[in-house]
């Protein structure tokens, strides 16, 4: 796939050391010790500063779960002078301190501060089938919080499964103006087959199939994920060898990738992102 131009940068703050262990995730987080380490506050800072400098549109912070690195505030707060900014939580450690700690970040900023909480499921009994006992009252609770504050979060689901008695997306929307969201905003991602979901689809992105596209379908054209270890394809592979891209800067990374995992032959076919559009 050819690179295009530098739009997003993810960073992997966290590796893969999680408070939850959801049976859909992408990167088999969870609180155990973690097989994709943390990244340390130096090496992310240094990664966002020459992202800026290469014209970065955008920067996210992603895990694991975020909010467990103890240099999570002070980073975004970095970022945030550098590029809009967004953080991936599962929501389960926003208390009210830390709503009202982002919500300062957010008005003293440069650029914007967005929130991602997961909630994959309006039943709170298939939610926390899927993401542990508790992680459903705890999620909406985050939302309710950052959303009375004035700072408008989006959730995000995993279309795990067909759900039940409808639209997904409607049921979401609903459920977060039953919650007095007034404006709900809700972003789906399809399963991807890595991680604890592996092996649930397979195949791979052709020479012809990517010619039939646009490079723009595919945001590996546009994107590159910083975690321990390096630099890699996208947030959906980080950590993974083959997904590592060659080079000493984030500069040097900018070049064509393969696309030959099964969770590319997602992206290719439903055109998905992982970035908040």
């Given at each position: 796939?050819?690179?295009?131009?530098?739009?997003?940068?993810?960073?992997?703050?966290?590796?893969?050391l999680?408070?939850?262990?959801?049976?859909?995730?992408?990167?088999?987080?969870?609180?155990?010790?973690?097989?994709?380490p943390?990244?340390?506050?130096?090496?992310?800072?240094?990664?966002?500063t020459?992202?800026?400098?290469?014209?970065v549109k955008?920067?996210?912070?992603?895990?694991?779960?975020?909010?467990?690195?103890?240099?999570?505030?002070?980073?975004?707060?970095?970022?945030?002078?550098?590029?809009?900014?967004?953080?991936?939580?599962?929501?389960?450690?926003?208390?009210?301190?830390t709503?009202?700690?982002?919500?300062?970040?957010?008005?003293a900023?440069?650029?914007?501060?967005e929130?991602?909480?997961?909630?994959?499921?309006?039943?709170?009994?298939?939610?926390?089938?899927?993401?542990?006992?508790?992680?459903?009252?705890?999620?909406?609770?985050?939302?309710?919080?950052?959303?009375?504050?004035?700072?408008?979060?989006?959730?995000?689901?995993?279309?795990?499964?067909?759900?039940?008695?409808?639209?997904?997306?409607?049921?979401?929307?609903?459920?977060?103006?039953e919650?007095?969201?007034?404006?709900?905003?809700?972003?789906?991602?399809?399963?991807?087959?890595?991680?604890r979901?592996?092996?649930r689809?397979?195949?791979?992105?052709?020479?012809?199939?990517?010619?039939?596209?646009?490079?723009?379908?595919?945001?590996?054209?546009?994107?590159?994920?910083?975690?321990?270890?390096?630099?890699?394809?996208?947030?959906?592979?980080?950590?993974?060898?083959?997904?590592?891209?060659?080079?000493?800067?984030?500069?040097?990374?900018?070049?064509?990738?393969?696309?030959?995992h099964?969770?590319?032959?997602?992206?290719?076919?439903?055109?998905?992102?992982c970035?908040?559009?």
């Open positions: 796939m050819a690179f295009r131009h530098l739009a997003a940068l993810w960073v992997q703050i966290t590796g893969t999680c408070n939850l262990q959801c049976v859909h995730c992408i990167n088999a987080s969870g609180p155990r010790e973690p097989w994709l943390p990244l340390d506050a130096e090496t992310a800072r240094r990664h966002i020459e992202a800026a400098a290469l014209g955008e920067i996210y912070f992603t895990g694991g779960e975020p909010f467990m690195h103890p240099a999570i505030m002070p980073l975004l707060a970095f970022a945030l002078e550098r590029a809009p900014t967004t953080v991936l939580t599962n929501g389960t450690l926003i208390t009210d301190a709503a009202d700690a982002l919500v300062a970040l957010a008005a900023a440069r650029y914007s501060l929130i991602r909480v997961s909630l994959d499921d309006p039943d709170r009994e298939r939610n926390d089938a899927i993401r542990g006992r508790g992680a459903f009252e705890r999620a909406l609770r985050a939302i309710v919080r950052l959303n009375a504050r004035g700072l408008l979060p989006i959730l995000t689901a995993t279309e795990t499964e067909a759900a039940p008695g409808g639209d997904r997306y409607a049921r979401l929307r609903a459920l977060l103006l919650a007095g969201v007034r404006k709900p905003r809700v972003k789906l991602l399809p399963l991807f087959p890595v991680g979901a592996q092996g689809g397979g195949g791979t992105v052709t020479r012809e199939m990517l010619a039939a596209v646009d490079p723009a379908r595919l945001q590996c054209s546009e994107t590159r994920a910083a975690a321990a270890g390096g630099i890699y394809v996208c947030p959906i592979l980080s950590g993974l060898p083959e997904a590592r891209m060659d080079g000493a800067t984030l500069a040097d990374t900018l070049v064509p990738n393969r696309v030959d099964p969770a590319c032959l997602v992206c290719w076919q439903t055109g998905s992102s970035r908040n559009a």
